[in-house]
Protein backbone atom coordinates (compact mmCIF):
# COMPACT_ATOMS: atom_id res chain seq x y z
CA UNK A 1 0.00 0.00 0.00
CA UNK A 2 1.21 3.48 -0.90
CA UNK A 3 1.35 6.21 1.92
CA UNK A 4 -0.41 9.37 0.83
CA UNK A 5 0.42 12.02 3.46
CA UNK A 6 -2.24 14.75 3.89
CA UNK A 7 -2.13 18.69 3.92
CA UNK A 8 -1.43 18.01 7.36
CA UNK A 9 1.61 15.92 6.93
CA UNK A 10 2.57 17.85 4.34
CA UNK A 11 2.69 20.66 6.89
CA UNK A 12 5.01 18.48 9.03
CA UNK A 13 7.33 17.56 6.48
CA UNK A 14 9.74 20.59 7.57
CA UNK A 15 9.78 19.82 11.70
CA UNK A 16 10.29 15.77 10.48
CA UNK A 17 13.14 16.74 8.88
CA UNK A 18 14.58 19.24 10.80
CA UNK A 19 14.23 22.17 8.60
CA UNK A 20 12.20 25.54 8.33
CA UNK A 21 10.68 25.22 5.28
CA UNK A 22 10.12 22.15 1.94
CA UNK A 23 10.91 24.14 -0.74
CA UNK A 24 9.50 22.85 -4.35
CA UNK A 25 10.98 23.37 -7.13
CA UNK A 26 9.71 22.02 -10.64
CA UNK A 27 12.66 20.53 -12.53
CA UNK A 28 14.42 17.41 -12.55
CA UNK A 29 14.21 13.96 -14.37
CA UNK A 30 10.82 12.74 -13.38
CA UNK A 31 7.42 14.65 -13.53
CA UNK A 32 5.37 13.99 -10.51
CA UNK A 33 1.47 14.01 -10.17
CA UNK A 34 0.28 15.73 -6.95
CA UNK A 35 -0.52 12.44 -5.65
CA UNK A 36 3.45 11.12 -5.94
CA UNK A 37 4.20 14.73 -4.29
CA UNK A 38 1.89 13.92 -1.31
CA UNK A 39 3.18 10.02 -0.99
CA UNK A 40 6.51 11.60 -0.54
CA UNK A 41 8.34 11.53 -4.07
CA UNK A 42 10.67 14.13 -5.31
CA UNK A 43 14.14 14.22 -6.75
CA UNK A 44 16.64 15.04 -4.53
CA UNK A 45 18.74 16.73 -7.80
CA UNK A 46 17.66 19.09 -10.40
CA UNK A 47 19.28 22.08 -12.93
CA UNK A 48 16.32 24.07 -11.07
CA UNK A 49 17.59 22.96 -7.29
CA UNK A 50 21.06 24.16 -7.93
CA UNK A 51 19.74 27.66 -9.37
CA UNK A 52 17.34 28.60 -6.24
CA UNK A 53 20.34 26.85 -3.55
CA UNK A 54 22.41 29.66 -5.30
CA UNK A 55 20.07 32.53 -4.76
CA UNK A 56 18.92 31.77 -1.41
CA UNK A 57 22.98 31.49 -0.69
CA UNK A 58 23.99 34.80 -2.91
CA UNK A 59 20.95 36.69 -0.81
CA UNK A 60 21.97 35.04 2.89
CA UNK A 61 18.95 32.87 3.19
CA UNK A 62 19.06 32.42 6.92
CA UNK A 63 16.11 29.43 7.28
CA UNK A 64 17.27 26.03 6.58
CA UNK A 65 15.30 24.32 3.90
CA UNK A 66 15.31 20.82 2.18
CA UNK A 67 14.75 20.55 -1.65
CA UNK A 68 12.79 19.04 -3.29
CA UNK A 69 12.45 18.49 -7.42
CA UNK A 70 8.83 17.49 -8.51
CA UNK A 71 9.28 17.80 -12.20
CA UNK A 72 5.90 18.56 -13.29
CA UNK A 73 4.44 22.08 -13.54
CA UNK A 74 0.71 20.35 -12.78
CA UNK A 75 2.07 19.32 -10.06
CA UNK A 76 3.27 22.85 -8.74
CA UNK A 77 0.00 24.16 -9.89
CA UNK A 78 -1.67 21.80 -7.22
CA UNK A 79 1.38 22.60 -4.55
CA UNK A 80 0.23 26.30 -5.31
CA UNK A 81 -3.32 26.07 -4.80
CA UNK A 82 -2.42 24.81 -1.39
CA UNK A 83 0.17 27.37 -0.66
CA UNK A 84 -2.46 29.72 -1.29
CA UNK A 85 -5.22 28.54 0.56
CA UNK A 86 -3.50 28.35 3.14
CA UNK A 87 -3.62 24.83 3.63
CA UNK A 88 -0.12 23.86 4.33
CA UNK A 89 2.49 25.58 6.41
CA UNK A 90 6.12 25.40 6.09
CA UNK A 91 6.00 24.81 2.47
CA UNK A 92 7.14 27.13 -1.03
CA UNK A 93 7.01 27.03 -3.89
CA UNK A 94 10.04 28.10 -6.94
CA UNK A 95 8.61 28.00 -10.66
CA UNK A 96 9.78 29.44 -13.97
CA UNK A 97 7.44 32.61 -14.77
CA UNK A 98 7.01 30.93 -18.54
CA UNK A 99 4.86 33.14 -20.18
CA UNK A 100 2.67 33.23 -17.14
CA UNK A 101 3.23 37.40 -16.92
CA UNK A 102 1.38 37.42 -20.44
CA UNK A 103 -2.07 35.70 -19.19
CA UNK A 104 -2.22 37.09 -15.80
CA UNK A 105 -1.49 33.94 -13.88
CA UNK A 106 1.30 34.87 -11.66
CA UNK A 107 0.29 34.31 -8.24
CA UNK A 108 1.22 36.81 -5.90
CA UNK A 109 2.46 34.86 -2.73
CA UNK A 110 5.70 35.60 -0.86
CA UNK A 111 5.85 31.69 -0.64
CA UNK A 112 5.43 31.45 -4.47
CA UNK A 113 9.06 32.60 -6.34
CA UNK A 114 9.40 33.03 -10.07
CA UNK A 115 12.26 33.62 -11.92
CA UNK A 116 12.90 36.69 -13.31
CA UNK A 117 12.91 35.28 -16.91
CA UNK A 118 11.14 32.90 -18.61
CA UNK A 119 13.68 30.23 -16.39
CA UNK A 120 16.43 30.57 -14.45
CA UNK A 121 18.68 29.81 -17.53
CA UNK A 122 17.07 33.44 -19.10
CA UNK A 123 18.85 35.23 -15.81
CA UNK A 124 22.06 32.89 -15.73
CA UNK A 125 23.23 32.83 -19.37
CA UNK A 126 23.86 36.87 -20.22
CA UNK A 127 26.12 38.18 -22.00
CA UNK A 128 27.21 40.38 -19.16
CA UNK A 129 28.55 36.83 -17.74
CA UNK A 130 29.74 35.69 -21.66
CA UNK A 131 32.02 38.80 -21.61
CA UNK A 132 33.08 37.98 -17.64
CA UNK A 133 33.94 34.55 -18.82
CA UNK A 134 35.99 35.43 -21.89
CA UNK A 135 38.34 37.31 -20.01
CA UNK A 136 38.96 35.32 -17.42
CA UNK A 137 39.97 32.65 -20.10
CA UNK A 138 41.84 34.70 -22.47
CA UNK A 139 45.39 34.45 -23.45
CA UNK A 140 47.81 37.47 -23.35
CA UNK A 141 48.14 37.62 -26.99
CA UNK A 142 44.24 38.07 -27.33
CA UNK A 143 42.27 41.38 -26.61
CA UNK A 144 39.08 41.64 -25.13
CA UNK A 145 38.48 44.20 -28.61
CA UNK A 146 39.18 41.74 -30.85
CA UNK A 147 35.94 39.83 -29.38
CA UNK A 148 33.74 42.19 -28.64
CA UNK A 149 32.66 42.93 -31.62
CA UNK A 150 31.77 39.47 -32.39
CA UNK A 151 29.56 39.30 -29.28
CA UNK A 152 27.56 42.49 -30.02
CA UNK A 153 26.83 41.64 -33.54
CA UNK A 154 25.55 38.29 -32.94
CA UNK A 155 23.43 39.28 -29.88
CA UNK A 156 22.39 42.13 -32.17
CA UNK A 157 20.91 39.85 -34.65
CA UNK A 158 19.39 37.76 -32.14
CA UNK A 159 17.67 40.33 -30.61
CA UNK A 160 15.98 41.39 -33.55
CA UNK A 161 14.88 37.61 -34.78
CA UNK A 162 13.82 36.23 -31.38
CA UNK A 163 10.80 37.98 -30.09
CA UNK A 164 9.40 36.35 -33.19
CA UNK A 165 9.85 33.42 -31.52
CA UNK A 166 7.92 34.71 -28.83
CA UNK A 167 5.01 36.28 -30.18
CA UNK A 168 4.25 33.26 -31.81
CA UNK A 169 4.62 30.93 -28.88
CA UNK A 170 2.00 33.68 -27.18
CA UNK A 171 -0.08 33.31 -30.09
CA UNK A 172 -0.18 29.24 -29.91
CA UNK A 173 -0.47 28.84 -25.77
CA UNK A 174 -3.66 30.90 -26.17
CA UNK A 175 -5.18 27.85 -28.24
CA UNK A 176 -3.68 25.54 -25.68
CA UNK A 177 -1.06 25.05 -27.95
CA UNK A 178 3.00 24.83 -27.52
CA UNK A 179 4.78 26.25 -30.01
CA UNK A 180 8.80 25.38 -29.63
CA UNK A 181 8.92 25.24 -25.84
CA UNK A 182 8.73 21.43 -26.50
CA UNK A 183 12.11 21.38 -28.51
CA UNK A 184 16.05 21.62 -28.00
CA UNK A 185 17.21 24.91 -28.53
CA UNK A 186 19.73 23.59 -31.12
CA UNK A 187 17.49 23.40 -33.86
CA UNK A 188 17.04 26.61 -34.24
CA UNK A 189 21.19 27.22 -34.50
CA UNK A 190 23.55 26.58 -37.42
CA UNK A 191 25.65 23.71 -36.75
CA UNK A 192 29.01 23.71 -34.53
CA UNK A 193 32.00 25.93 -36.37
CA UNK A 194 29.66 28.61 -37.59
CA UNK A 195 28.89 32.08 -36.13
CA UNK A 196 26.08 31.25 -33.81
CA UNK A 197 22.65 32.71 -35.49
CA UNK A 198 19.26 32.41 -35.09
CA UNK A 199 17.77 30.51 -38.13
CA UNK A 200 14.47 32.13 -38.81
CA UNK A 201 13.56 30.58 -41.81
CA UNK A 202 13.16 26.86 -39.57
CA UNK A 203 10.79 29.57 -37.31
CA UNK A 204 8.71 30.75 -40.11
CA UNK A 205 8.29 26.87 -41.52
CA UNK A 206 7.64 26.10 -38.46
CA UNK A 207 5.09 28.88 -38.16
CA UNK A 208 3.21 27.91 -41.59
CA UNK A 209 3.40 24.31 -40.68
CA UNK A 210 1.75 24.87 -37.59
CA UNK A 211 -0.52 28.01 -37.82
CA UNK A 212 -3.83 25.96 -38.91
CA UNK A 213 -3.85 25.26 -35.15
CA UNK A 214 -4.74 29.03 -34.35
CA UNK A 215 -8.14 30.21 -34.54
CA UNK A 216 -8.48 33.06 -37.23
CA UNK A 217 -8.19 36.04 -37.06
CA UNK A 218 -5.00 35.58 -34.79
CA UNK A 219 -4.71 38.52 -32.40
CA UNK A 220 -3.59 39.15 -29.05
CA UNK A 221 -3.32 41.97 -26.35
CA UNK A 222 0.41 41.72 -26.28
CA UNK A 223 2.01 44.81 -27.20
CA UNK A 224 5.03 43.25 -29.39
CA UNK A 225 7.17 46.10 -27.95
CA UNK A 226 6.63 44.65 -24.31
CA UNK A 227 8.05 41.31 -25.14
CA UNK A 228 12.22 41.41 -23.52
CA UNK A 229 14.22 39.23 -26.35
CA UNK A 230 16.27 37.87 -23.03
CA UNK A 231 13.59 37.29 -20.73
CA UNK A 232 10.91 36.28 -22.25
CA UNK A 233 12.30 33.86 -24.59
CA UNK A 234 12.07 30.03 -24.44
CA UNK A 235 15.29 29.68 -21.77
CA UNK A 236 16.39 26.23 -23.15
CA UNK A 237 16.86 28.99 -26.47
CA UNK A 238 18.93 31.18 -24.94
CA UNK A 239 20.89 28.52 -23.41
CA UNK A 240 21.89 26.94 -26.68
CA UNK A 241 22.51 30.35 -27.95
CA UNK A 242 24.74 31.06 -25.18
CA UNK A 243 27.17 27.96 -25.43
CA UNK A 244 27.29 27.87 -29.45
CA UNK A 245 28.51 31.58 -28.76
CA UNK A 246 30.90 30.83 -26.39
CA UNK A 247 32.26 27.96 -27.84
CA UNK A 248 32.66 29.49 -31.74
CA UNK A 249 34.91 32.45 -29.95
CA UNK A 250 36.80 29.68 -28.04
CA UNK A 251 37.91 28.01 -31.21
CA UNK A 252 37.86 30.92 -33.38
CA UNK A 253 40.14 33.34 -31.27
CA UNK A 254 41.12 31.44 -28.49
CA UNK A 255 42.35 28.47 -30.56
CA UNK A 256 41.20 26.33 -28.13
CA UNK A 257 40.83 22.62 -29.96
CA UNK A 258 37.51 21.08 -27.48
CA UNK A 259 34.61 22.64 -26.86
CA UNK A 260 33.00 23.30 -23.60
CA UNK A 261 30.18 20.71 -22.76
CA UNK A 262 26.85 22.30 -21.72
CA UNK A 263 26.92 20.32 -17.84
CA UNK A 264 30.48 21.59 -17.79
CA UNK A 265 29.13 25.21 -18.69
CA UNK A 266 26.06 24.99 -16.52
CA UNK A 267 27.73 24.48 -13.48
CA UNK A 268 30.76 27.01 -14.04
CA UNK A 269 28.17 29.65 -15.29
CA UNK A 270 25.71 29.11 -12.24
CA UNK A 271 29.22 29.28 -9.96
CA UNK A 272 30.13 32.42 -11.38
CA UNK A 273 26.31 33.99 -11.13
CA UNK A 274 25.85 33.23 -7.53
CA UNK A 275 29.27 35.18 -6.75
CA UNK A 276 28.38 38.48 -8.71
CA UNK A 277 25.66 40.72 -7.04
CA UNK A 278 26.04 43.78 -10.17
CA UNK A 279 23.99 41.81 -12.32
CA UNK A 280 20.50 43.09 -13.75
CA UNK A 281 18.14 40.94 -11.91
CA UNK A 282 20.18 41.08 -8.17
CA UNK A 283 16.88 43.78 -6.57
CA UNK A 284 14.53 41.35 -8.11
CA UNK A 285 15.97 38.29 -6.31
CA UNK A 286 16.78 40.21 -3.19
CA UNK A 287 12.44 41.42 -2.51
CA UNK A 288 11.47 37.78 -3.12
CA UNK A 289 14.14 36.28 -0.98
CA UNK A 290 13.60 39.05 2.17
CA UNK A 291 9.86 38.16 1.43
CA UNK A 292 9.92 34.48 1.95
CA UNK A 293 12.29 35.11 4.86
CA UNK A 294 9.75 37.16 6.46
CA UNK A 295 6.55 35.28 5.54
Known sequence: MMFRRTTHGLSNLA???????????????????KQDVMSGSYSEHSDDINFWNKVLQKNNFK???????????????????????????????ARDSDLDYFFGRRINSPLVLYTRGYSWENDVYNRYLLRKLLRSTMPASVTFDEIEPIINECYRKFDRNVSRITYAEIM?????????????GERFLPNRGKVPHLKIDQVLKLIADNKHHLLRPVSSNVIYNELCCIRHTYGKLIESFFHALLNYINKEFLKLRSTVSKDYLKRLILNMYSEDISLEDTEYYLDIIRRLEAA
Open 15 to 33: LFYGVDLIFFTEGGDTAFS
Open 63 to 93: KTVQFRAIGSKTAGDEICDLIVMGQVQNICL
Open 172 to 184: FRKEGKKFITTMA
